[in-house]
């Protein structure tokens, strides 16, 4: 069983791995990135 | 323990977060400077040859007068590299700094060195975990820097967000009195010299095929990492699946690597990155063979994200088993040393065979049979410790 602040912690790693997953699909950034890595080759 | 494994996670996040978005400087510096592409491209290729070959010296350095003033020379390497990278007007001022200047701080600043104090510290059972730890939180400032340096470069400008970066470099230096320790001739305990460690190293079979294995690793990650999106525009995908599968490359490399490290606390090493090198060649072969569509795109890059960097931690702590921690950081290193040379002909060798043949296809299947060929040499290896010749009396 886990404990409730191991618990916790997990939840808080997950939720910042969430947030910069979501970083990844705002509008600015699929549209730099994706430029940007297609001008690489 | 504590304090090594959270200064150490977030050294290897700092360290290996701000050079993986380097690609993002391309197009800016090319096109304010006017050099072309190769001029970049070059800086990046001495930058992963000058961390590969400097590993085994600072990991040496690192054992023998402790990882605070490698850490302490790197973080200084890192920053002024970043500023001369921002200030550089010409091409070798550019491959000095961005590729040999930060190629050698991260060869002070990375897993090798970090993974020294960690295995010094931490318990032998729960050493594997430990470097999945630290190995998750490197994964992880890949998967962050990224947009970060996106948004750094489009508000601030790419001179800028280099600038900012340099200072971020400079955060390393606080963090090193985390792990600071005595230097090697305080600790107790048979003192080996360097020389006879790398001897008894490179006679193990088991070390070579741990760096075969590993050659294998950097082969298959470079060739997918630079030539995947210019694979997939030559199938005629959009742009966006690309960076969509950078995401998910990012998101699951960090459980991989966290997982492996878990893992490795009650299975076999050696079972775990043959099963690694086993299921990167599956998962390349199903790739290949099935239709291809943004959702094979997906699950592929979850799939290969989840083996990215997991084969880390294992190799790491496998060395540590066998030969002790008096050397780990210079093993260390030089077991990199060989993924490095991997990555450098997965690169080189994609372009290469992609100008004879006009595909990728043979060196996508080059990689399918390196990661056989992996999976089968990982699977002798002798995880426990090497016998030594008791000290004669004097």
């Known amino acids: 069983m886990m404990s409730p602040r191991r618990a916790l912690a997990w939840t808080a790693v997950l939720a910042v791995l969430a947030l910069v997953f979501a970083a990844y699909f705002s509008p600015h950034l699929v549209v730099d990135l994706a430029s940007r890595v297609w001008a690489c080759f | ?394």
């Not at chain 2, 096109?31 to 290729?45: K, N, P, V, Y």
């Not at chain 2, 060649?281 to 592929?300: D, E, K, N």
């Open chain 2, 1 to 394: 323990m504590t304090q090594v494994l959270v200064c150490g996670a977030i050294i290897v996040t700092l360290s290996m977060g701000i050079r993986h978005g380097f690609g993002l400087w391309l197009q800016p510096i090319t096109m304010d400077r006017g050099w072309s592409r190769e001029t970049f491209a070059f800086a990046l290729a001495i930058q992963n040859l000058a961390w590969g070959l400097a590993g085994p010296l600072a990991g040496m350095v690192a054992d023998r007068f402790g990882a605070f003033r490698v850490l302490l020379i790197g973080s200084l390497l890192y920053a002024l590299g970043l500023v001369m990278m921002a200030l550089a007007t010409s091409g070798l001022a550019f491959t000095g700094s961005a590729g040999l200047l930060i190629g050698l701080a991260q060869s002070g600043t990375t897993y090798a060195i970090v993974y020294g104090v960690i295995a010094r510290n931490v318990a032998p059972e729960k050493r594997s975990w430990a470097m999945g730890a630290a190995a998750a939180a490197g994964s992880f400032g890949q998967f962050l820097m990224v947009p970060v340096e996106s948004w750094l470069i489009g508000h601030t400008g790419w001179q800028n967000a280099l600038f900012a970066l340099g200072c971020l470099a400079l955060v390393i230096i606080p963090l090193a009195f985390g792990l600071r320790q005595p230097p090697a001739a305080a600790r107790s305990g048979p003192q080996q010299s360097v020389a006879a460690a790398v001897r008894e190293a490179f006679a193990y079979p088991s070390f070579r095929w741990l760096m075969a294995g590993y050659f294998v690793c950097g082969f298959q990650l470079a060739f997918i990492g630079v030539h995947m999106p210019s694979y997939l525009k030559d199938r005629g995908l959009m742009p966006d699946v690309a960076t969509t599968a950078l995401a998910l490359i990012g998101l699951f490399n960090v459980f991989g690597t966290y997982a492996t490290g878990w893992l490795g606390q009650t299975l076999a090493k050696r079972h775990i990155l043959a099963a690694i090198y086993l299921l990167r060649a599956l998962a390349i072969t199903a790739f290949l063979l099935l239709p291809l569509t943004a959702w094979s795109v997906y699950v592929f890059a979850a799939a290969m994200g989840a083996l990215w960097l997991s084969t880390v931690p294992p190799t790491n702590a496998i060395v540590a088993q066998i030969f002790g921690v008096q050397y780990m950081s210079m093993l260390g290193g030089f077991v990199f040393l060989s993924h490095q040379i991997g990555s450098f002909l997965g690169v080189w060798l994609g372009g290469r065979l992609y100008d004879m043949t006009g595909s990728y296809d043979l060196v996508w299947w080059i990689a399918v049979a390196l990661g056989v060929f992996a999976a089968i040499v990982n699977l002798p290896v002798r995880e426990s410790a090497i016998s030594r010749p008791l000290p004669q009396p004097a």
